[in-house]
């Protein structure tokens, strides 16, 4: 098992990240934002398919099978958006409203995730830029358009921008720790693939736009509302 963990740390960081949100996340949260975290998690799922664009230019992951893309990028896009919400559920709690008419969130959703999608597509293979700068520049494109339309979601938005970069980067920096090696699966290279304290740039760049974007995306599917304080 120890060599087995060893060997696959994109596959084992990434499940004990989906634990530890769930069974944390069923501790602290509202059973309303456990389940929105969950579904948040289920929404960025099948992005997976996009990270195929980073292979090699940005990391080289190993995956089970060998791969481009495997179960562990299915992981990875759920943990992250799971945890994009887990802060949100963390300090807004039941001061956040979400209303979940079915046919206006899948359509919304649908809209917005196309937007996302052909967005990323243009700039990764029409305008020849690197995947991770075409997904970070997605991610601020879209959240630029969507906050300029909901400004009123600025509360949401700062605790994000400040609480999920932490959260993610800190757990980051752990897995590091646990797995030295698995740094050197990012194409140090490159710019995005640069370390700064330990952490490829890239990483820490995406966590604070990802973290803008996230909740507005989601906001927007549910057309979510606000106090606008977070729980004491």
């Known amino acids: 098992m120890f060599e087995f963990m060893k060997a696959y740390p994109y596959l084992c960081t990434n499940t004990i990240s989906i634990a530890f949100l769930l069974v944390v996340g069923w501790l602290v949260l509202t059973r309303a934002q456990w389940k929105t975290m969950v579904l948040c998690g289920l929404a960025n799922a099948p992005c997976f398919v996009?990270?195929?664009?980073?292979?090699?230019?940005?990391?080289?992951?190993?995956?089970?099978?060998?791969?481009?893309?495997?179960?562990?990028?299915?992981?990875?896009?759920?943990?992250?958006?799971?945890?994009?919400?887990?802060?949100i559920g963390l300090f807004f709690a039941d001061r956040i409203l979400l209303l979940v008419r079915r046919k206006v969130l899948l359509l919304r959703y649908a809209i917005l995730a196309t937007l996302s999608g052909i967005t990323f597509l243009l700039l990764s293979c029409l305008m020849n830029l690197s995947g991770m700068t075409a997904l970070i520049l997605t991610c601020l494109v879209m959240a630029a358009a969507m906050f300029l339309s909901r400004k009123s979601l600025w509360p949401v938005?700062?605790?994000?921008?400040?609480?999920?970069?932490?959260?993610?980067?800190?757990?980051?920096?752990?897995?590091?720790?646990?797995?030295?090696?698995?740094?050197?699966?990012?194409?140090?290279?490159?710019?995005?693939?640069?370390?700064?304290?330990?952490?490829?740039?890239?990483?820490?760049?995406?966590?604070?736009?990802?973290?803008?974007?996230?909740?507005?995306f989601v906001m927007f599917v549910t057309d979510g509302q606000c106090e606008g304080h977070v729980r004491a």
């Open 50 to 87: 996009f990270l195929v664009l980073l292979e090699n230019e940005y990391w080289s992951p190993v995956r089970l099978g060998g791969l481009a893309l495997g179960i562990e990028d299915i992981l990875c896009s759920f943990a992250v958006a799971a945890m994009g919400w887990f802060v």
């Open 157 to 216: 938005v700062l605790v994000s921008l400040v609480g999920f970069p932490i959260l993610y980067l800190g757990i980051v920096k752990v897995y590091f720790l646990i797995w030295p090696a698995f740094v050197q699966e990012w194409n140090s290279t490159t710019l995005w693939g640069q370390t700064v304290l330990g952490i490829p740039l890239g990483e820490i760049t995406w966590s604070v736009l990802f973290s803008i974007y996230w909740p507005l």
